[in-house]
């Protein structure tokens, strides 16, 4: 079984929890959103390939602020 140290934030499009996904041999790893995927207004959201669970699990958590139209910051 494969375990995460870092809390993992849920799927920023649907809200459903997020799970960790090896590759075959253990070498790279990803996360993504754990909910039905054809309910998912991302359709399929993952985090981008890492080398390591935590490297994984800490781009996955990365949300970007967005800016609101009149935010000049």
Not at 9 to 35: Q, R, S
Not at 36 to 47: A, L, Q
Request: hydrophobic fraction near 25%.
């Amino acid at each position: 079984m494969t375990t995460v140290k870092t809390k993992l934030k849920p799927c920023p499009f649907c809200g459903a929890p997020a799970k960790v996904i090896p590759y075959v041999d253990d070498t790279l790893y990803w996360i993504t959103c754990a909910g039905d995927w054809d309910k998912c207004p991302s359709g399929n959201v993952t985090s981008k390939q890492c080398n390591t669970i935590e490297e994984a699990a800490k781009n996955w958590n990365i949300r970007k602020r967005r800016k609101k139209k009149n935010d000049k910051s």
